[in-house]
Structure formats: structure tokens, C-alpha cells
């Protein structure tokens, strides 16, 4: 077993010393090509390992026979054959041909926590390590030769670098480096308190340069799986125009984009574009195109009651022909004062005021895309007006009267005038003037006068009217009618008529009768009625009478 210790401690200072080194004390240290013993190494890369501190180390010649061992541990030298073979015996391990002796770091190991108790004999490196002596234990024989020998050290300054002839690194096998390697071996004879301890050079390590995994990129696909697409009309080209609603500038492989738009799209036409872009892979995004009809093809229409049409407005959707969209898709709102419709192929807008402008706003959606937006006025039909205040009738002459009026509050075109005497009434049309004279009127009548606003819409629309009366100023009469003189004596005359058809003024007047013979008045009478009787005449004289 204690053999068998020896052996493992010597494997491992062997695969880091130089042998001629270890036997002799000189160095014996081949160059390297390029290199020699004199030169010191280059600076080492910042990703090499620090290079240990070096000291100048040596073992001392041991012997079995200072430990009561008949046998005896031959020499480890480079002449030795079985020092080849037991370090190509250690599993492969790296040959590190070296100028010195390297000693790592001083770093708290496993073997400092197991320190030996006080008396024991403890190594330690130093810039010019003394080795112990070796004393046999008592009571055994030292072996001829070695009696209590010593190899002398072979010392190096504290300075002096060493350049390794090959650099240790991982086995191709192997999936990382090893860590740094310090071991402490600590062997003890059963005979003696004696304890030897040996720590092991730190190995030198390299580590392997790992590539660092890229991340793949999203695909375009998902990258713009949520995309919308806003279409406006483009009223030049009569085409439509889409905009991308996308922050990159995407590329399209099947249709001409240019910063995110598309353009010169009909009406109506469904087209699929691929979009891709230099921060996503493949598959790239499809994006169908639904493009919406032409704006000009939708307009509202009134279909409004002309009876109707002062307090109410009716308005329908209308579509031109040959409109090849899907309806399905077809929604619209319409917005007017305070009422709103949905969808709806007419809407009734009522109660309203007359000769009043209404806002309206359609809006058309082809699906979830607004592509008509309109606003447009519509102003109901005129209603009927008030009727004209202050009028008034009056005669002027026996054949002629003067109406007067003022023109009513609220708007009207113009007034219907009627003139009504007995059971016929005559009506006419007048502009906006606000006096009216009668003419050709019948002396001594009574006339009544009707006066009203009216507005001219899609129907005549009549205000209230508003009347007077007038009788017209006395007249002359006209001519009785059947005169007759007969007589009665040979001295009296008989004198009577009929009344006048028009008596163009009162009915309960006088006939007055007038005599003459020539020019000669002669005298004059006066009755309720026409019935006169002269008498006392001249005989055989001409007389002549009038009656009115």
C-alpha cells in the first residue's frame, strides 16, 4: 500500500517535472523550436489562464530501506525504462515538458482543512526549499548507499519564468475543461510519526470558445397576424387606395407598395398580397384585399308626401346599377338633428318645421371598412303662412273701392285676393303688395273682400284669410221706364211710369216731374211713386213732361 502511494505521488510530479531536473539538479531544459532557455515567454492572451507563481523545487532521493523495506525503489529518471512506462500508464495523460518547476496560486485546499497536528513535519514551498533529512526509524538497517542521502536542490530565482513546451488541453473526448487540479497526498510510515506530505501543481487549463446560439426570428406570419387594411377613394384615378396599418415598411410580392400603400385597386375587387420584411422569416403574411365600391354609388333620394312635405322629410338609400359588390356587406347610419337610423332602406324624419334646413350624415360601411362619409342638407317644404293683419275696404266713387293690408310675420309668396258681391265671387292672384283698388264696381252694392297668404312649395299652401265689406256710393238712377201721358179732360193730362231698372242708390225715393211748354218752365212735381195728375191746362197748348 505504501508502495503503491509513492508511486501515485511520483506519477504526478513526473507528468509536470522535468526528469533531469529531478535526478541531477541541473537543468537539462530543451528549447522548444523558436524558443530557448533564455528567452522569456510572451504575453499571454487575455482568455489564457494566469500564469502561477515558480519557485525553485526538489525531491529528495528516497529509499525503501530508511522504512525497514527490503526493497528497494529504483531511480525515476529519463534513462529509466519503467519511468516511460508508468507515466504512459496514467490514463493518456498530457506530457508537459517544462524548464522549471511551476507552483500554483496559494489557494485554500482540501489538504490545508486536514492539516497534521502540531510536531509533525510539514513542507513548505518557499523561494529555496531545504528538504528534510531522512532519519531511519530506530531500531532498522540503513540500505548501502543511501544512508540517509539527500539529493541535492537544484534552485531557480524567484523571477525566472519558464516556458512549458506543450499547453495541456482537454482530451477531444471530453465536453468541458477539467478545473484546476490541486491534490494533497499524505502518506505515513505504521513505524513512524513521521508524515510527508506533497501538494500537486495546478494543471494548466484552456477553455473551449462555445458559439453562442442565435435567436431565430419570428415569422412574418405572426409578426403581422393582426394587420388592418384602411381603403380610401382616390378621386382622380377613380380607383381606391389601400394603406397598410403596419409600422415597418413592409415589402409585397405581388403588388406594388409604396410606404405601405397600395394603389389603383377597382372597386369592388378582392385581391390576396403577400407582405414580408426583413425582421420576420418565413411564411410571410397573406393579407386579402376586400376593397369596397365605388363612393359616387350610393346618394339618398327623398320620397317625401308633397302634402306632407313642410312637416316631414322621407329619405332612401338608392344604388346605382350594376353594382357587383356583395350586399351582405352593405351597412350604413344615417344621422339627421336629433334622429338616427340603422340599416334601414327608408327613414321618416317627422315632426318637422316648415321651410327648415336639416344636417345630414351617411355613413357607408363595406364591412368593417367606412368608405362613403357625406354630409348633405335637406330642408322641408314650405307650410302655410299667417294671415295679413290690418286690412281695410272702402269706396271711392259709386263704381270703384280701395283694399289696404299689412304683410303677415312669416314667409309667403304671395296673396289670394277674392271679391264677392252677391253670390258670385271672383278671386285672383296678387304679388307682395299690400293695397288693392277696385274698379267698375256697381254704384250703391255692397261688396265683401277675402284676403289670404299663400306659399308656393311642392303644393299651394293657403294661410288663413282675412275679410271686409263696402258698399259702393249712390248713383243716378237710370231712366224710368214706360212713360205715359194720357188725357183725362180737356184741360188734365195723366202722367205715370214704371220705376227705373236701377235705382243705383236707395229704392224709397221720390219721381220728380218736370212741365214745360218749350223751353218755358212751367212747374214741377214730386211723388213716391209715379203717378201724376195735371190739371188746369191751357187749352189747345203743347205741353211736354219729364219724370226722373
Not at 500500500?1 to 530543451?30: C, I, P, Q, S
Not at 407582405?275 to 422569416?281: A, G, N, Q
Amino acid at each position: 500500500m505504501t508502495m503503491y502511494l509513492w508511486l501515485k505521488l511520483l506519477a504526478f510530479g513526473f507528468a509536470f517535472l522535468d526528469t533531469g531536473v529531478f535526478v541531477t539538479g541541473e537543468d537539462n531544459t530543451l528549447s522548444s523550436p523558436g524558443l530557448n532557455s533564455t528567452e522569456k515567454p510572451s504575453v499571454l492572451a487575455p482568455s489564457d489562464p494566469l500564469p502561477a507563481r515558480t519557485t525553485a523545487f526538489s525531491l529528495t532521493s528516497i529509499s525503501e530501506r530508511e522504512y525497514n523495506s527490503s526493497e528497494t525503489t529504483p531511480t525515476l529518471s529519463p534513462d529509466n525504462p519503467s519511468t516511460e512506462d508508468f507515466l504512459n500508464s496514467l490514463d493518456n495523460a498530457n506530457t508537459l515538458n517544462v524548464t522549471g518547476v511551476t507552483q500554483p496560486p496559494t489557494f485554500p485546499t482540501h489538504a490545508d482543512s486536514q492539516a497534521p497536528s502540531a510536531g509533525s513535519d510539514t513542507q513548505t514551498p518557499s523561494s529555496t526549499a531545504t528538504p528534510p533529512a531522512l532519519t531511519p526509524a530506530p531500531g532498522k538497517n540503513d540500505t548501502s548507499g543511501f544512508p540517509g542521502e539527500t539529493i541535492p536542490p537544484s534552485t531557480f530565482p524567484a523571477d525566472t519564468a519558464f516556458t512549458p513546451v506543450a499547453t495541456l488541453s482537454p482530451a477531444l473526448s471530453s465536453s468541458a475543461a477539467l478545473p484546476s487540479l490541486i491534490s494533497s497526498i499524505t502518506t505515513k510510515d505504521n513505524s513512524s510519526d513521521q508524515s510527508l506530505t506533497s501538494t500537486s501543481p495546478a494543471t494548466s487549463i484552456m477553455t473551449a470558445s462555445a458559439t453562442v446560439p442565435t435567436t431565430p426570428k419570428q415569422s412574418c406570419d405572426e409578426k403581422y397576424k393582426v394587420i388592418s387594411v384602411k381603403y380610401r377613394y382616390d378621386y382622380g384615378n377613380n380607383s381606391f387606395i389601400a394603406k397598410l396599418n403596419v409600422s415597418d415598411d413592409v415589402k409585397c410580392e405581388n403588388a406594388i407598395c409604396k410606404m405601405n400603400e397600395i394603389r389603383n385597386l377597382p372597386a369592388c375587387e378582392n385581391k390576396n398580397v403577400t407582405i414580408s420584411h426583413t425582421s420576420c422569416d418565413p411564411p410571410n403574411k397573406i393579407i386579402e384585399l376586400d376593397v369596397p365600391p365605388d363612393p359616387e354609388s350610393f346618394y339618398l333620394k327623398t320620397c317625401t308626401e308633397p302634402t306632407k312635405a313642410n312637416i316631414s322629410i322621407c329619405l332612401r338609400l338608392e344604388k346605382k346599377e350594376n353594382f357587383t359588390c356583395d350586399e351582405k356587406k352593405i351597412t350604413h347610419v344615417l344621422n339627421c338633428a336629433n334622429f338616427s337610423s340603422s340599416n334601414k332602406t327608408e327613414t321618416y324624419l317627422e315632426p318637422l318645421s316648415p321651410k327648415q334646413n336639416y344636417s345630414c350624415n351617411l355613413k357607408v360601411l363595406y364591412g368593417a371598412n367606412e368608405f362613403l362619409n357625406k354630409n348633405e342638407t335637406f330642408e322641408t317644404d314650405v307650410g302655410s303662412p299667417k294671415a295679413p293683419p290690418n286690412i281695410t275696404c272702402k269706396p271711392t266713387s259709386s263704381t270703384e273701392g280701395m283694399i289696404t293690408w299689412e304683410s303677415p310675420e312669416d314667409y309667403f309668396d304671395n296673396y289670394v285676393f277674392c271679391l264677392l258681391h252677391a253670390s258670385e265671387e271672383n278671386c285672383t292672384g296678387l304679388g307682395k303688395e299690400k293695397t288693392k283698388p277696385l274698379q267698375n264696381l256697381k254704384p250703391y252694392t255692397k261688396y265683401s273682400v277675402s284676403l289670404k297668404a299663400s306659399t308656393m312649395g311642392k303644393v299651394r299652401r293657403d294661410g288663413p284669410a282675412v275679410t271686409c265689406e263696402f258698399d259702393t256710393l249712390p248713383d243716378k238712377p237710370t231712366k224710368v221706364r214706360n212713360l205715359l201721358a194720357s188725357r183725362i179732360s180737356d184741360n188734365s193730362i195723366l202722367v205715370k211710369c214704371d220705376p227705373p231698372s236701377d235705382f243705383k242708390g236707395p229704392s224709397n225715393g221720390s219721381y220728380h216731374l218736370e212741365i214745360k211748354i218749350g223751353d218755358a218752365f212751367v212747374k214741377n212735381e214730386s211723388q213716391i211713386i209715379c203717378h201724376f195728375s195735371v190739371l188746369y191746362l191751357q187749352y189747345s197748348t203743347k205741353y211736354e213732361f219729364k219724370v226722373r
